[in-house]
């Protein structure tokens, strides 16, 4: 089993729409939690953080339910400019600093 | 300005060359790492470095050797490339804010690699 485990998607969905993405990961000693973009052919960037009280950041609402292990991203009113490829990733222990990238969920918002 | 730079970009060559990835960041970071992503798009951390000294050597051949000459630099040498060392290979970099890791990499723009 991956320790971190996405939808490769692709999600195809209408500007103005709602998307949500889950991600499971499989160690429950998991200490933290992001969600990271990447454009087509860029670097990836950190998009935010995951907490377990839930974090919002504009259009964008991140979610941590540890007891099933599963990681969330919601994007409200989906914009062209949003596609891209979402990677869910996880820290199993912060004093190594080693981030655990899922294969991500790829976004294509359409006109 | 660019943060963390990867040199070269682009890469093609033979089965069995030896090349060289130079990686350099101008953010004053203590931690550099170098992760390798697949064509599946599989994002796995190879090394990092803190302050020059190697913190994490994930399960690599050892044809891979990593070198920090300095915590601006961290750069990857490859002997006796294989076809599947195919990939692109990311540097990165990260720093404590507070005293606190906050998980935020900064990435170079990736080396693509493609052996023939």
């Known amino acids: 089993r991956k320790e971190v485990e996405q939808d490769p998607g692709p999600f195809n969905v209408p500007e103005g729409a709602t998307v949500a993405f889950n991600c499971t990961y499989s160690n429950s000693a998991s200490q933290s939690f992001f969600w990271y973009r990447q454009d087509c052919r860029k670097e990836p960037k950190l998009l935010m953080s995951v907490y377990s009280s839930g974090n919002e950041d504009g259009r964008f609402t991140a979610q941590l339910n540890r007891a099933s292990q599963y990681i969330s991203l919601l994007i409200r009113d989906s914009k062209l400019s949003d596609s891209a490829t979402y990677l869910c990733?996880?820290?199993?222990?912060?004093?190594?600093?080693?981030?655990?990238f899922g294969s991500g969920t790829r976004l294509q918002v359409q006109p | 300005d660019t943060a963390v730079s990867q040199t070269p970009k682009y890469l093609v060559t033979q089965m069995g060359n030896d090349k060289s990835i130079k990686c350099e960041q101008n953010?004053?970071?203590?931690?550099m790492y170098w992760y390798k992503q697949d064509s599946k798009k599989f994002l796995k951390i190879m090394f990092s470095?803190?302050?020059?000294?190697?913190?994490i050597n994930e399960t690599v051949p050892n044809r891979f050797s990593p070198k920090s000459p300095d915590k601006a630099h961290l750069n990857l040498h490859i002997n006796s490339l294989e076809l599947g060392d195919s990939a692109v290979y990311f540097c990165a970099s990260s720093q404590e804010v507070a005293g606190q890791w906050t998980g935020e990499l900064f990435f170079g723009e990736g080396s693509r690699l493609t052996v023939l």
């Open positions: 953010l004053g970071h203590d931690t």
């Open positions: 470095y803190n302050n020059k000294e190697l913190i």
């Open positions: 990733v996880v820290i199993l222990d912060t004093g190594r600093r080693a981030l655990t």
